[in-house]
T-cell receptor
Framework: EAGVTQFPSHSVIEKGQTVTLRCDPI?????LYWYRRVMGKEIKFLLHFVKESKQDESGMPNNRFLAERTGGTYSTLKVQPAELEDSGVYFCASSQDEFQTQYFGPGTRLLVL | QKEVEQNSGPLSVPEGAIASLNCTYSDQGSQSFFWYRQYSGKSPELIMFIYSNGDKEDGRFTAQLNKASQYVSLLIRDSQPSDSATYLCAVNRGSGYSTLTFGKGTMLLVSP
């Protein structure tokens, strides 16, 4: 069974540009989570989808971040316009239901110059 | 006060020794506790979870939970060089609150 996949693995962009990160959860997992780790800090929750609905987006830092999960399968996280402080590793995780183990993807390393 | 605190390490132990990793949390409503292992540049991988006070053993790993003290630990017996990684403690409030709150992690180095 394929694990959680994320694309791209790395992205280097300039301040003010737009970047879109993609996450494909494990097949059949209705719950999808986005987390972010900024250098030197802990992994922090961004938002949680149940199928295509946003269950909790309390961790989204500001309105420059937009997450979607059309059709309840893969999800995208768009940062527009990117700022220097957005640099970090963005992890996606999925679980079968909200009480189950969350399986993490390899992350997308974003560097904003 | 940070929500989940861990000593950043590194914690250095010789091969074959017991490694003890500790974590404290501030939210008394936390109900589920997780230990993830993360190798450099890789994704966090779940090692163990624990919900009830006491010990839970799985192979060389033992998780210990003390809700009164708001403390959770991970013991690794017979440590191997391949156990060298960063160990992340994570908690959630359960009861429908499924998002994880992570500590910064403790780096473990097991020397041959």
């Amino acid at each position: 069974e394929a694990g959680v996949t994320q694309f791209p693995s790395h992205s280097v962009i300039e301040k003010g540009q737009t970047v879109t990160l993609r996450c494909d959860p494990i097949s059949g997992h209705d719950n999808l989570y986005w987390y972010r780790r900024v250098m030197g800090k802990e992994i922090k929750f961004l938002l949680h989808f149940v199928k295509e609905s946003k269950q909790d987006e309390s961790g989204m830092p500001n309105n420059r971040f937009l997450a979607e999960r059309t059709g309840g399968t893969y999800s995208t996280l768009k940062v527009q316009p990117a700022e220097l402080e957005d640099s970090g590793v963005y992890f996606c995780a999925s679980s079968q239901d909200e009480f189950q183990t969350q399986y993490f993807g390899p992350g997308t390393r974003l560097l904003v110059l | 006060q940070k929500e989940v605190e861990q000593n950043s390490g590194p914690l250095s132990v010789p091969e074959g020794a017991i490694a003890s990793l500790n974590c404290t949390y501030s939210d008394q409503g936390s109900q589920s506790f997780f230990w993830y292992r993360q190798y450099s540049g890789k994704s966090p991988e779940l090692i163990m979870f624990i919900y009830s006070n006491g010990d839970k053993e799985d192979g060389r790993f033992t998780a210990q939970l003390n809700k009164a003290s708001q403390y959770v630990s991970l013991l690794i017996r017979d440590s191997q060089p391949s156990d060298s990684a960063t160990y992340l403690c994570a908690v959630n409030r359960g009861s429908g609150y499924s998002t994880l709150t992570f500590g910064k992690g403790t780096m473990l180095l097991v020397s041959p």
